[in-house]
């Protein structure tokens, strides 16, 4: 659940160095994404391309015999509302916690099932919950909370994994995979996931299941809740672009969105050449960089066919553009209104994914 307090000036970016076999994570600051309050009208302009900060911290996975390892970001959590942990695990289940602030890296107990193709996570009454987003048949331990405590031998606290009840529907009869299209927090204890198969809510008090609706959220991927307003904010399932809803949880049947805005980057493409070869966004995500103040981050990608003596081969380019935005009521007084600030460009070389925390 979003806070209104400021919490942190920075985006962290994690990408998968695939040629060296590392992950290193870099913090782009975030204060340069907004207008001074003093400068007059915002006015969008086009993205300013920047070069990637030197990477904090580069991890690097466990090796297997084919090679490097794969590890996944689990995302961004903390203890008493500060959200500067980064947890990320492999695909032998080591476990590890980065804190950003103060740059220290703490082994943590492996999971009892490894977490892998970017998980479901989410931060919420103390503890870090983490859900396998494809649902496998019978799987027992793809539901999991990271939490801090009880104390080890020496009597020092400690994070450790423990399993949850995993969603009811995966022990039906002929069921088979089904992919979480859209998650968040509804309340102050229960986890919403929305799959083809209908949506179901999570309570973390009683550990319980209950379903929702056979129906799926009008989102795809995070969506987070917007307190000050009522309002959840995510991506539209139909066409990704940034929207909300007042209407989640609210009632047993299918919320509608509020508002569907245009995308605040019209102008992107057109300044660079073939502009129609940027039109696959891999990935969006909203970052809350606390009060009413937001990054929307988009990683384009583009493949071409290269001709060479050797044949075609492939070409590809990712970039990410960062834009801030400030999310106000909206003069009539009856819904929100973004306003978008800065953009700024950061493009990746031989980068196979990219993790935005």
């Not at 600030?341 to 993790?355: A, P």
């Amino acid at each position: 659940m979003l806070k209104m307090e400021k919490l942190r000036p920075y985006v962290c970016v994690a990408v998968n160095n695939f040629t060296r076999g590392t992950y290193p994570v870099h913090r782009i600051d975030a204060s340069g994404l907004f207008y001074q309050k003093d400068q007059g009208k915002v006015t969008t302009t086009p993205p300013v391309e920047h070069p990637l900060p030197r990477p904090c911290i580069s991890f690097s996975p466990s090796p297997c015999r084919s090679g490097c390892g794969v590890l996944d970001f689990l995302g961004l959590f903390g203890l008493c509302q500060k959200r500067n942990l980064l947890a990320a695990v492999d695909y032998q289940g080591v476990s590890r916690v980065y804190d950003v602030d103060d740059c220290i890296v703490n082994i943590t107990p492996a999971p009892q099932e490894p977490k892998c193709c970017e998980p479901v996570s989410i931060d919420l009454g103390g503890a870090f919950y983490v859900l396998d987003r494809q649902l496998i048949p019978g799987r027992q331990k793809c539901f999991e909370a990271l939490t801090f405590g009880p104390p080890n031998l020496f009597g020092t606290p400690r994070w450790h994994w423990r399993s949850i009840q995993p969603p009811p529907f995966i022990f039906d009869p002929g069921y088979e995979t089904t992919r979480i299209g859209a998650y968040t927090v509804v309340g102050d204890s229960s986890i919403m996931i929305s799959t083809p198969l209908g949506t179901y809510t999570f309570d973390t008090m009683s550990s319980s299941w209950d379903k929702a609706g056979d129906w799926e959220l009008p989102f795809h991927g995070r969506v987070e809740f917007f307190p000050k307003y009522g309002a959840w904010l995510g991506f539209s399932a139909q066409d990704n672009r940034l929207c909300y809803s007042s209407k989640v949880g609210a009632t047993r049947h299918q919320p509608v969105l509020d508002m569907v805005w245009d995308d605040p980057n019209p102008q992107l493409l057109s300044d660079y050449p073939n502009p129609q070869r940027y039109t696959h966004i891999v990935k969006s995500q909203l970052v809350h960089l606390g009060s009413l103040e937001f990054c929307l981050v988009r990683l384009y990608e583009d493949v071409e066919n290269e001709l060479t003596e050797h044949g075609t081969i492939p070409q590809m380019e990712r970039f990410i553009v960062l834009t801030g935005l400030v999310l106000k009521p909206s003069e009539s007084g009856s819904g929100i209104e973004m306003i978008p600030h800065k953009s700024q460009l950061y493009r990746f070389e031989g980068v196979s994914n990219c993790w935005i925390l």
